[in-house]
């Protein structure tokens, strides 16, 4: 993981980004100890952007950290296929082509919370900023679930 985005949505209460936990010391604390538990040293960027429709902005900061050319963006997002172009692909389907492979593109992947994306709004959002609607199966995970299995 390169890039760590926590933005806001709908059902992101504002309180939230007031949080101790997103100050930078107490942020790089708790990422230095997921980096130890998974045995890595690279601590990701992170950026932090209240306003979804500020990030998904053409030009905007998602697109200057990650162009649209250069990753793969995925959504994740019970239902989220009848709200966006392209119908929904298994998440097998994203796979390396051979085990061992290397994928040849890089995968921005983005995560709802926990009471989703507002529909269809901020998923139509996304979708005008390039990401294509992934699924992990037919459960509903929690986000801490979800960005597991997806990663």
Not at 9 to 35: I, K, N, P, W
Not at 74 to 100: C, I, K, R, T, W
Request: with cysteine; glycine share 10%.
């Amino acid at each position: 993981v390169g890039n760590l985005v926590l933005c806001g949505a709908f059902s992101v209460e504002t309180c939230y980004f007031r949080s101790h936990l997103l100050e930078t010391e107490t942020l790089h604390q708790l990422l230095g100890r997921g980096l130890a538990q998974a045995g890595d040293t690279i601590m990701p960027n992170v950026i932090i952007e209240r306003d979804l429709k500020v990030l998904l902005a053409e030009g905007g900061p998602l697109d200057q950290l990650i162009p649209r050319q250069s990753a793969l963006r995925v959504v994740a997002h019970p239902g989220s296929a009848e709200f966006m172009e392209g119908g929904a692909v298994e998440l097998e389907q994203l796979a390396s082509p051979s085990p061992g492979a290397m994928p040849s593109t890089r995968i921005l992947v983005a995560v709802g919370p926990e009471a989703g994306w507002a529909e269809p709004s901020e998923l139509q959002m996304l979708g005008a900023a390039g990401f294509r609607c992934v699924t992990a199966g037919p459960r509903i995970l929690r986000s801490d679930v979800a960005v597991c299995t997806l990663l």
